[in-house]
């Protein structure tokens, strides 16, 4: 048996190099090996931080009897969902087909042209090894039915209809979308729907953007003091398992904290106060400790588990408590973090329901307790750098690191923009994911390109260096040319990527912003900085299928929501000139990203004079048209609000740039 998995990118193909399992990784070696022993495949598809794929691997993959089952019968293709989301996409779709479900671990079995005619999630082994048997009995006793099945399956994915578009969302529209989150949203508890819940990153955005405190504010304050945000160590779990974020599924993952990261930087600035401000700098600290690698970029995801038991690392008893802390502050914590056997075995999840009385005390209880989590065993960190999400890292860092004066996040945003630029770059493409600097070789999807431009034009708009915006632009000519459908939309791969069963398009958001959303946003802000009518019409067309979603199904259009609240406002463009090392424009621009509104793009330079001259690290075509005639007011460094390019008045202090930005 080779393993074929030892050169592998992706932690968790590596996690399973040593099974019995004669795995390979998806290419088309493994489909040649099906045709040529005309065997089915058997296609599982997981991620390093999911709990019941570590489940089902110790329970089948590692075992000796299963295993010989796999490799006798089946050629086995083991997929990173994180590596590989068209894979993921598509097999994902067959399974709720099937099923009416879906999840991870995704177990499919497949005909050697990778038509999927049996799927499911997570098996236990011994009814897995049952089904392993009755599938092979099944292929060799009636394997033309088995390829009729597999034909149908594709033939009625394919046929499904796309989600039909509308015209641009007008006010209106965006008024159901928030009678319609009205109606889900759990007014006692926060956030939408019930158990499990999964943090509305995108809704929250849209919530905030249209002014509507009472949904956004309950939502995040809940958030930040249940259990699944770590009051030790910053940062935000998956999911709650419950309705009111009491216990969490404690792998921690990097979009999530993303984007969670900049919803809470929003709150503050629109006046969500202290609570808005400590969770947004804990969990840039956190992201910066915990999830940055050597290279400058940040890894995926942290595992649920430690030493094999989901939560170890992270649930608490009264007596740790107080052996850590002392009778009379371990009594205290157990009453302030509501240690009362809120997980499993008398263990806690620490919340904080309440601001403790004692800052102090406070800190210092919080600093002893994290020192002593220290010396546990980690959960298991799954390092690979993946383009889309580190896209939204950039972007979030790097407007965090400019509200709150962190210049340290805004140059750990501006390493991983140099990290992708340099690895994940190759003539103009991107590739997906790196580990160590080396990259992958799976190709960037539209969520790739779409997120890696967003966060390039938000670090342009904090730095003022012309050469992120031009790649931003680089990399959104690629989304137009290569994933348009014609329609309007976009697909999730491009015309030159590898041809599956059927090519993945889905515009509605998941746990994170659909590419297709994405896109928009990228789309819409390089336009409002470029003056490109191109960009601005195709982030237009984009948002069509938003006008459709609001109505009835508004959680899953949020982040589209929130791009077509900011189109409507314009988006608001701010040009501030003068030179870079005049604190009067340091503060102009602070001012202009500090404003409550929505979308608001920001160009910055010395002036339009200045554009280029004898820097030839400042082409003429790298200079955003938005600075286009514009120049300082005198010596004064001054301020441009504009919408569509035209522009008021320029403006020379702070509190005249905010009375135009709230005019």
Sequence with gaps: MMNRLKDATSPYLLQHADNPVDWHPWGEEAFAEARRRDV?????????????????????????ATARLMNEHFVNIKVDREERPDVDAVYMGA???MTH????????????????????????????????????????????????????????????????????????????????LRETFDAAEGGFGGAPKFPPSMVLEFLLRSGEREMSGKTLEAMARGGMYDQLGGGFARY??????????????????????????????????????????????????????????????????????????????????????????????TELFDVTGTFEHGTSVLQLPDDPDDPARYASVRERLLAARERRVRPGRDDKVVASWNGLAIAALAETGLVFERPELVAAATDAAGLLAGAHLVDGRLLRTSRDGRAGTNDGVLDDYANVAEGLITLYGVTGEARWLRLAGTLLDTVLDGFADGAGGFYDTADDAERLFQRPQDPTDNATPSGQYAAAGALLSYGALTGSTRHREAAHAALGTVSVLAGKHARFAGWGLAVARAALDGPVEVAVVGPPDDPRTAALHRAALLADVPGVVVALGPGDGDRGSGDPLVPRQAYPALLEGRQPVGEAP????????????PVTTVEDLRAELAG
Excluded at 48 to 61: K, P, Q
Excluded at 109 to 128: E, I, L, M, S, V
Excluded at 302 to 308: F, I, N
Excluded at 638 to 649: D, K, Q
């Design 95 to 97: 399974t709720q087909a």
């Design 240 to 333: 709650s398992v419950d309705a009111a974020w009491v216990v969490p599924h404690f792998e921690k993952m990097l979009y999530d904290n993303a984007l969670l990261l900049r919803v809470y930087t929003h709150w503050w600035k629109a006046g969500g106060g202290e609570l808005a401000e400590r969770v947004a700098l804990e969990t840039a600290d956190w992201l910066l400790r915990e999830m940055r690698t050597p290279e400058g970029g940040f890894a995926s995801a942290l595992d649920a588990d430690s030493e094999g038991v989901e939560g170890k690392f992270y649930v608490w008893t009264p007596e740790e408590l107080r052996a850590v802390l002392g009778d009379d502050d371990g009594r205290w914590a």
């Design 638 to 649: 001054a301020a441009y609000v504009c919408r569509g390019f035209t522009c008021r008045m």
């Design 40 to 64: 089915p495949l058997l296609i599982s598809v997981g991620y390093s931080a999911c709990h019941w794929c570590h489940v089902m691997a110790h329970e089948s993959f590692e075992d000796a």
């Design 101 to 180: 479900q879906g999840g991870w671990p995704m177990t499919v079995f497949a005909t050697p042209d990778g038509h999927p005619f049996y799927c499911g999630t997570y098996f236990p082994r011994h009814q897995f090894q049952r089904l392993l048997t009755e599938v092979h009995n099944v292929w060799t006793g009636d394997k033309e039915t088995v390829l009729r099945q597999g034909a149908k399956v594709v033939e009625a994915l394919n046929t499904q209809t796309t989600l039909p578009s509308g015209p641009l969302p007008g006010a209106d529209t965006l008024d159901r979308a928030i009678a319609n």
